[in-house]
């Protein structure tokens, strides 16, 4: 199937900057949409931007102007560049996958690939 796995979290103070990646691996076929989710102490998982296979993205309106994700379809490779970090920012970020994979000669699809999360805190 498909695993993603998340690196580049970390404690950074307020304006500053991080970079997130999200490596999958597995049987793929093709990675469809790929997007970067958080969810904070307490609050429910929320979407912060999204990426098309060809490149298209949207943002939520928190982070438009501050963050940039991009991807690298030849290392199914996606990134998340976050500037200006403020407190509210902090959580603990998730990459999220819709992918097509093989199944022994057969392919499946599936869209709720998830890794296991890197914790960002922004301190004040």
């Known amino acids: 199937q498909v695993q993603l796995v998340e690196s580049g979290g970390g404690l950074v103070q307020a304006g500053g900057s991080l970079r997130l990646s999200c490596a999958a691996s597995?049987?793929?076929?093709?990675?469809?949409?790929m997007g970067w989710y958080r969810q904070a102490p307490g609050k429910q998982r929320e979407l912060v931007a999204a990426i098309t296979s060809s490149g298209s993205t949207n943002y939520a309106d928190s982070v438009k102007g501050r963050f940039t994700i991009s991807r690298d379809n030849a290392k199914n490779t996606m990134y998340l560049q976050m500037n200006s970090l403020k407190p509210e920012d902090t959580g603990i970020y998730y990459c999220n996958a819709d992918a097509t994979y093989y199944i022994g000669s057969a392919v499946r699809r599936r869209a709720d690939n998830w890794g296991q999360g890197t914790q960002v805190t922004v301190s004040s």
């Open positions: 597995g049987s793929i076929f093709n990675i469809n949409a």
